[in-house]
């Protein structure tokens, strides 16, 4: 099974700056989706960013536009989230999930998922 890891977590003050990275490792789907999730305490967990492997297309929620960027490393089997202009708002736990096939953002729809890295933004 495809397992993914991710790391990169942590504290930062509002309008800082946190790379995400979650490796997959174990048999590799053809054509994959990769996705970074958040849940915060109390709410129901959101799709962040998507890209499809193969085309390196994005796509972002409207509250990651213009501050995140997904990308991913295929020599490595890395996705990563570069996140910019922190807000107090962006604090969850950060998970990474993969499906094969067409990218969506709904996550009833991912069959594979990291045990998340947490980040928390506050002054």
């Known amino acids: 099974q495809v397992r993914l890891a991710e790391s990169g977590g942590g504290s930062v003050q509002p309008g800082g700056s946190l790379r995400l990275s979650c490796v997959a490792s174990?048999?590799?789907?053809?054509?994959?989706?990769m996705a970074w999730f958040r849940q915060a305490p109390g709410k129901e967990r959101e799709a962040v960013a998507v890209i499809l492997s193969g085309d390196d297309i994005p796509y972002y929620a409207d509250s990651a536009k213009g501050r995140f960027t997904i990308s991913q490393d295929k020599d490595s089997n890395t996705v990563h989230l570069q996140m910019n202009s922190l807000k107090p708002e962006d604090t969850a736990m950060y998970f990474c999930a993969a499906r094969p096939f067409a990218c969506t953002m709904d996550r009833e729809l991912f069959n594979r998922w990291g045990q998340g890295t947490w980040v928390n933004v506050s002054s």
């Open positions: 174990g048999p590799k789907y053809g054509r994959a989706c």
